[in-house]
């Protein structure tokens, strides 16, 4: 497809093989080291034609709120578009504090990913890189146990 791009800090990146595509990544900085996640999403359709976008999302506040930046929604302009009906979100939440979340579809569950930090949700506590799959609940309460980055990622079940 001839994209050749560099992923920075906050930038997420979507691509749709469908077809096939060609594809190759590398660490081009000599001296830091990477992290990132790489999550594969199995579309609602095969063979779609390839596609692409990346965006970053420094700039959001998310502070205390999330923020979607995967969506299935193609009018919502601050998301990155996926074949899917899978929502990928973010936020930066404080110690102390509780944010709900309800799910977009009861076939949908949630997976949610512990960034930075420490939180409780689902009588469980989860600390840096930790997560936990939850399922069959129209909604969950996340608590801060310390100041937490999260990356919560609601996809269908079946």
């Known amino acids: 497809?001839?994209?050749?791009?560099?992923?920075?800090t906050g930038d997420v990146q979507i691509m749709s093989a469908g077809k096939g595509v060609k594809h190759s990544e590398f660490n081009g900085d000599q001296k830091?080291?990477?992290k990132f996640l790489q999550i594969w999403i199995i579309p609602q359709e095969m063979n779609l034609t390839p596609g692409y976008d990346q965006?970053?999302?420094?700039?959001?506040?998310?502070?205390?709120?999330?923020?979607?930046?995967?969506?299935p929604d193609v009018s919502d302009?601050?998301?990155?578009?996926i074949h899917q009906d899978a929502y990928f979100?973010?936020?930066?939440?404080?110690?102390?504090?509780?944010?709900?979340?309800?799910?977009?579809?009861?076939?949908?569950?949630?997976?949610l990913f512990v960034?930075?930090?420490k939180v409780q949700v689902a009588d469980e506590?989860?600390?840096?890189?930790d997560a936990i799959g939850i399922y069959e609940l129209d909604n969950?309460?996340?608590?801060?146990?310390?100041?937490?980055?999260?990356?919560?990622?609601?996809?269908?079940?079946f």
């Open 125 to 129: 506590i989860l600390s840096r890189r």
């Open 32 to 34: 830091e080291l990477v």
């Open 77 to 81: 302009s601050d998301a990155v578009h």
């Open 140 to 157: 969950i309460e996340i608590k801060a146990e310390y100041n937490a980055k999260l990356l919560l990622i609601e996809v269908p079940m």
């Open 115 to 117: 960034l930075e930090g």
């Open 1 to 8: 497809m001839g994209n050749v791009r560099n992923i920075e």
């Open 55 to 71: 965006k970053s999302y420094l700039h959001l506040d998310r502070h205390n709120k999330f923020v979607t930046i995967v969506s």
């Open 89 to 111: 979100n973010i936020v930066d939440l404080d110690e102390g504090n509780t944010i709900p979340y309800t799910v977009h579809s009861e076939r949908n569950g949630i997976y």
